[in-house]
């Protein structure tokens, strides 16, 4: 099943790793140590907005190859989209 993340962005739900609320997360520094780290390290971050972000999806591919998509759409919907598919 494919995960639709806004602006024509989808991914494969076997990948996920973990969808996170970035409007929560960001006042903690872990999470913003996490996506500084990752930009750092040349980890493929991928913008599906260009507006306000509400969350972001953490992915792992066959290859053990780490995305971060960050999305528009909100945690809470994300997750109902994922669960709607099982």
């Known amino acids: 099943m494919l995960l639709?993340?806004?602006n024509e962005i989808?991914?494969?739900s076997k990948e996920i790793?973990?969808?996170f609320d970035i409007e929560g997360s960001s006042v903690s520094k872990?999470?913003?140590d996490f996506l500084n780290n990752a930009e750092k390290r040349g980890k493929k971050i991928v913008?599906?907005?260009y507006e306000l972000p509400k969350s972001f999806v953490v992915t792992?591919?066959?290859e053990l190859?780490?995305?971060i998509y960050i999305s528009q759409i909100?945690?809470?919907t994300l997750l109902k989209r994922f669960n709607k598919g099982y």
């Open 74 to 76: 909100s945690c809470a």
């Open 17 to 19: 790793v973990g969808i």
């Open 30 to 32: 872990i999470t913003r």
């Open 10 to 12: 989808s991914v494969s």
């Open 60 to 62: 792992l591919d066959d």
């Open 65 to 67: 190859t780490e995305r």
């Open 4 to 6: 639709h993340l806004g």
């Open 47 to 49: 913008y599906c907005t």
